[in-house]
């Protein structure tokens, strides 16, 4: 990803932005949800994209994408110079960039166990053991269990030499029993806040 962030600036910078910065950013999320004793949903999803912002004759620029090849980064990098010049024509005053010293950052949330190495099969017993347990108790007619993951990577990349980047890691996990008696229905809910520390 950094050869392509690199490639961006490059391509804007070649085209006479003045400035030029690239976010590319991945994400994955993984939803699992389980009704008394079956899985009642499951989605796997992982997508990405990038954007390229410039400045070039006075004027921001913007162009982005959600196809991530080397040809599709030139191409929206020369396209966010494009849109540059042309609202340059538009525009009154020249932006005016005040220039910051480059930065090095990286973050990575703590995660011991990777939530998407986890086999889907051990997150579907979990789900279903813990919805056993709620329901082996009298009086116990609905159990829910929901299981929710997300990871986040992100690379920001500037002509100012600026690097930054994050790997991010969410997990989610709540279960509810519903009891019936005496005329009554009553649900209780357990929901924890997500946490970034892996499964």
């Not at 400035?19 to 079956?38: G, P, T, W």
């Not at 159990?143 to 890691?169: C, Q």
């Amino acid at each position: 990803m950094h050869e392509l962030a690199k490639l961006a600036v490059d391509t804007a910078r070649s085209r006479g932005a003045t400035f030029a910065d690239v976010r590319i950013m991945q994400r994955r999320r993984q939803s699992l949800n389980a009704e008394d004793a079956r899985i009642a949903h499951l989605s796997d999803n992982a997508d990405a994209g990038f954007g390229v912002r410039v400045l070039a004759d006075g004027a921001w620029g913007f162009a982005a994408s959600g196809v991530i090849t080397r040809d599709e980064i030139q191409r929206v990098a020369g396209r966010a110079v494009e849109v540059a010049k042309a609202s340059a024509r538009a525009i009154g005053k020249p932006v005016e960039w005040a220039p910051e010293p480059a930065a090095e950052l990286t973050f990575n949330s703590p995660c011991e166990i990777d939530p998407f190495g986890v086999s889907i099969p051990e997150k579907v017993e979990l789900l279903l053991g813990i919805n056993a347990a709620l329901t082996k108790h009298e009086g116990i007619k609905k159990a829910f269990g929901r299981m929710a993951l997300r990871r986040d990577e992100k690379l920001y990349v500037n002509s100012d030499g600026s690097v930054m980047e994050s790997d991010i890691v969410m997990t989610a996990v709540e279960y509810s029993a519903t009891a019936v008696g005496k005329g009554e229905v009553k649900s209780r809910a357990y929901v924890p806040p997500p946490r970034t520390l892996g499964y």
